[in-house]
């Protein structure tokens, strides 16, 4: 008798601390956020992915109340900074504004520190554009045509920069020196910001931007750019071509970005990161700077925003194999 009245003490009290656990945790997700939120940027300050997070980032303190602090890891082509989100603790305190890239990489490297599907659950899309394939004003070519035939006659001659190697801007670089046979030398950065800098500089002829980080350069007279990457001309330079239009039959690459939390994250707090997300696209300043530069505003569900990843990642595996690009170690 004695045993079986400290048996189902101890059930008691085990199902006792069980119930104040779960009630803790429910109590949590339920007061999220209590402290800052940390929204890791794989990328340097100044580029498209940056230029994104920083816009939304406001609104977001508001509607979450609490600061959502923009924080910048560069490096690896958004794998650095993609790394230290998949490894945070799934408690909502640590978001990635991803880009496209993050589909790229499964392609592109044999042995990746996340997984881009496992490791991460989607929340949104943000916002999809177009790149713009852009030259240095002192190159002689003011259409793709003549960047074709001047780079045709000087093979390895001439220098393009990305964000890094397997970026969505060295992709689309690659894709199009693939579809025109053309050869160029590859000079990756940690972003897209400082590649622009050198390319302003004089110190590289050709590369793809994001709209958001180039097209200021351009209507400055700083770069010249030739056409867009995606499938339609982008309203923020309508009387600008696609590639395609200007001379690369069947050529489109887009640019995206979306925000990650780590596997895991409770799905609470994933639902009211969508809706704060997308309740920030709405607000009027928020959508004229997007669509001024030219940017479909999205703010996807999470489960669309999980299909596009799954696309893409198969997308640019047929790519990156037709391109002849060999994975890294």
């Known amino acids: 008798m004695e045993r079986d009245v400290v048996r189902r003490g101890w059930w008691a009290c085990t199902l006792g601390a069980c119930l104040v656990a779960l009630a803790a945790a429910a109590h949590a997700q ?58 945070a603790a799934p408690d909502g ?18 042995k990746l520190p996340f997984d881009a599907v496992r490791d991460f659950e989607p929340i949104t899309q943000v916002v999809s554009l177009p790149n713009i394939l852009i030259v240095h004003p002192s190159l002689p070519v003011k259409t793709v045509k003549e960047l074709i035939a001047f ?10 920069g990305s964000a890094g190697t397997g970026s969505n801007p060295h992709l689309t670089m690659e894709l199009f020196l693939s579809m025109t046979r053309l050869k160029m030398v590859h000079i990756p950065y940690k972003g897209l910001a400082p590649a622009i800098v050198d390319m302003i500089a004089g110190h590289l002829e050709v590369m793809t931007s994001t709209m958001l980080a180039g097209i200021s350069h351009v209507r400055s007279g700083r770069l010249r750019a030739l056409a867009v990457t995606g499938a339609r001309r982008s309203s923020a330079v309508p009387g600008l071509p696609t590639v395609a239009e200007a001379g690369v039959p069947g050529y489109e690459a887009v640019q995206w970005y979306g ?15 969508h809706g704060s997300v997308a309740r920030a696209l709405q607000d009027p300043a928020i959508r004229e700077r997007f669509l001024g530069d030219g940017a479909d505003l999205i703010g996807s569900t999470p489960a669309e925003f999980a299909a596009l990843i799954r696309a893409e990642i198969a997308k640019w595996a047929k790519v990156i194999r037709e391109a002849g690009i060999k994975p890294e170690g």
């Open 151 to 160: 780079a045709r006659a000087r093979p390895g001659q001439l220098n393009f």
């Open 93 to 110: 305190y640590t978001l990635l504004m991803a880009i496209s890239t993050l589909t790229i990489h499964p392609s592109m490297h044999k």
């Open 259 to 273: 925000v990650l939390a780590p596997a895991g994250t409770p799905r609470e707090i994933i639902t009211r990161l």
């Open 30 to 87: 339920q007061s999220w956020p209590v402290r800052p939120v940390r929204m890791i940027v794989p990328s340097a300050a100044g580029g498209g992915t940056d230029i994104v997070a920083r816009a939304i980032a406001p609104k977001l303190s508001d509607y979450l109340g609490q600061q959502v602090v923009v924080e910048n890891r560069p490096g690896a082509a958004m794998i650095i900074g993609g790394e230290a989100v998949a490894r």
